[in-house]
């Protein structure tokens, strides 16, 4: 296998540019590449896809057994893997599991470390060498350094890093003009990012000037990691599965959904923000995560989308929503301009944006019934929602945190429709 990680001390040290300019630039020169991201998120990897014009696939060593990273990157085959960490290299959950540096040992990836530069010369030596002795089982094949100042302030970086031993794969400098647009769940998304290809052009031209592209390839070539087979994820809502997708439910792991396709399932999609309605024929809807709080009222006169949902949950279709496509399950939503829509109202569940509280870790749900899934679910809740109000209505799952404590019992179920806050991701061990 060839592959690398794209690593950092910590978050905000510009690895996303770094993996944006990295990955157009690899493909310009005819790289077969396939992306991935690190850890749970849903934002990054499309930005990755648009910089190489492939899917970029999770890959979370927290949440995914070893056997299921090891097959994904398998997969690959003689494409090269370029993943982008997240957080810092060591940085895990409160368990300590599910590093970066974890997925490195687990694939047998070289990690290529991108320092912020900025305020630091000849103290990058030790900070890179802690990085590097931290564990035996990894290896930092080589530095890119970011938010270089001058020529003199390079000169005095990479002496340093001379001094023991460790290569320099590339100097950046500093570019106001590649800061990217944020909002509360991460950065503003690909599809609404409006100058997204011209920024990821700048970013390549950067990328192309400052670092050693054949040397990034050659450090991808030692990458050892195996190929553990065909291994299968969450199995399938049903057999032909509709999915919600667009702006307000672009939440969907690629990895789950094609787990889905290769365990037989059909799989269609349609858009509730264009009033789309889901396939009749299908046996089971999806809505997964988004940003439904920000089109809310869009939704509520979506008069197609609601009859045919409603029409698909009276023909006993089975109707699952996750986090954001949670909340449009409910009764109602107030959103942030303190207006309350009315939702779909299949789950006894009012939720709120305006009061605002963060909700972020990993979780292990135990399914209280099986009907819907079975045995442990590994799974990721990050959003800044509210509960205002639940109603009667039988609960989904028993849940713990990444470190063992019980949360209580989550999501609700009312006969063939279910939901909860939290993103499914694997199989977890019985």
């Known amino acids: 296998m060839s592959g690398i990680l794209i690593a950092a001390p910590a978050s905000g040290s510009g690895k996303t540019t770094v993996t944006l300019g990295l990955l157009r630039a690899l493909r310009r020169r005819g790289v077969a590449l396939s992306p991935g991201k690190a850890g749970p998120d849903y934002i990054d990897p499309a930005f990755h896809a648009a910089a190489s014009g492939e899917t970029c696939f999770n890959y979370d060593p927290w949440a995914m057994r070893p056997s299921l990273l090891m097959s994904q990157a398998g997969r690959a085959g003689d494409k090269t893997l370029v993943v982008e960490a997240m957080m810092g290299l060591h940085d895990a959950a409160m368990d300590g599991r599910g590093s ?214 009276q023909r006993g279709t089975r109707i699952f929503g996750e986090c954001g496509g949670y909340m449009v399950l409910g009764e109602g939503l107030v959103a942030a301009d303190g207006g309350r829509y009315e939702m779909l109202g299949f789950l006894p569940l009012e939720t709120s944006f305006l009061e605002r509280r963060r909700h972020l870790g990993y979780r292990r749900a135990e399914p209280l019934d099986d009907l819907f899934f079975q045995g442990p679910l590994m799974t990721h809740e990050f959003h800044y929602a509210t509960i205002l109000s639940e109603g009667t209505a039988d609960r989904l799952f028993a849940a713990t945190d990444a470190a063992g404590n019980a949360l209580g019992k989550l999501g609700l179920r009312r006969g063939q429709v279910a939901g909860s806050f939290l993103h499914l991701i694997d199989r977890g061990e019985a």
């Open 100 to 313: 970066p540096a974890d997925l490195a040992a687990i694939l047998g990836l070289p990690v290529i470390f991108v320092v912020d530069c900025a305020k630091m010369a000849h103290s990058v030596a030790a900070l890179v060498r802690g990085y590097a002795i931290h564990r035996n089982d990894i290896r930092v094949a080589g530095v890119i350094l970011n938010k270089v100042g001058s020529d003199r302030h390079a000169a005095m970086l990479r002496g340093a890093l001379d001094a023991i031993g460790m290569p320099v794969l590339g100097v950046l400098s500093r570019d106001p003009r590649l800061a990217m647009p944020e909002r509360h769940l991460g950065l503003v998304q690909a599809q609404e990012h409006a100058a997204l290809d011209g920024f990821i052009e700048g970013a390549a031209a950067l990328v192309e000037a400052g670092i050693d592209i054949d040397a990034v390839i050659a450090t991808a070539k030692t990458a050892g990691g195996g190929h553990a087979g065909e291994v299968a994820t969450i199995p399938p809502l049903g057999q032909t599965i509709a999915v919600a997708k667009d702006i307000a439910f672009s939440f969907a792991y690629p990895h789950l959904l094609e787990g889905w396709r290769r365990q037989g399932a059909e799989i269609s999609f349609f858009s509730p923000l264009a009033d789309e309605a889901p396939s009749t024929d299908a046996d089971a809807v999806y809505l997964p995560g988004g940003y439904p709080e920000l089109h809310a009222g869009t939704l509520s006169a979506a008069t197609e989308f609601r009859s045919s949902m409603d029409a698909a949950r």
